[in-house]
């Protein structure tokens, strides 16, 4: 039955925000009584932190899943950073978050910490196996990644430009990846 509370508290949080759903939304859409929910859960406050707990974990699972799997040092940080649950959660919910429950955004930023120390990892083996220029320092690297990540998870950056989350993440591999010079040939080239 907790689980079953989690999964309903879930999607009335998608649908509503934190500040918004109802433990009278969840009783209505499960059957059951608010009495019910409250032998598994103290109050709101606690299923939404079970509801964060849960999400990050399976990000946290799949993330480490994708360590896991064959293939090259690019292949991986693709798949690592293309990660299809950073689409499940609308991006003015992150605001919401932000804004309203620093105590669960404390629990995303640890999570983005460890994702970053994965993608920092993964940047040094391509170094070490060629993959990735071994001119530019790693810690430069580390650097732009992580400020870069912080201002996608920025709300107003996100919906300043109309972009998802994975959409911005594409566009910095790219930027990473190939840089922002333009390969055909330009004035500035000729000149």
Not at 12 to 20: L, P
Not at 56 to 80: P, R
Not at 118 to 145: N, T, Y
């Amino acid at each position: 039955m907790r689980q079953r509370i989690v999964e309903s508290a879930t999607e009335q949080i998608k649908r509503y925000g934190f500040r918004k759903f109802t433990v009278d939304e969840i009783a209505r859409d499960l059957g059951i009584s608010k009495k019910t929910i409250y032998k598994y859960f103290t109050g709101k406050g606690d299923i939404i932190s079970t509801v964060v707990d849960n999400f990050l974990e399976v990000a946290k699972n799949t993330h480490l899943e994708t360590l896991e799997t064959d293939g090259g040092v690019l292949e991986k940080l693709n798949a690592f950073l293309q990660c299809p649950i950073h689409d499940e959660v609308p991006t003015w919910l992150i605001a919401e978050m932000q804004q309203y429950f620093p105590e669960e955004w404390a629990k995303v930023y640890k999570f983005k910490q460890f994702n970053k120390d994965k993608i920092v990892k993964m940047l040094a083996q391509g170094i070490h196996e060629g993959f990735f220029r071994s001119d530019i320092h790693p810690a430069l690297i580390e650097m732009i990644w992580e400020r870069t990540i912080d201002a996608i998870f920025d709300f107003n950056f996100i919906k300043d430009f109309d972009l998802t989350i994975n959409q911005a993440l594409k566009m910095l591999q790219t930027i990473i990846y190939e840089g922002i010079k333009n390969n055909s040939d330009s004035e500035v080239e000729k000149a």
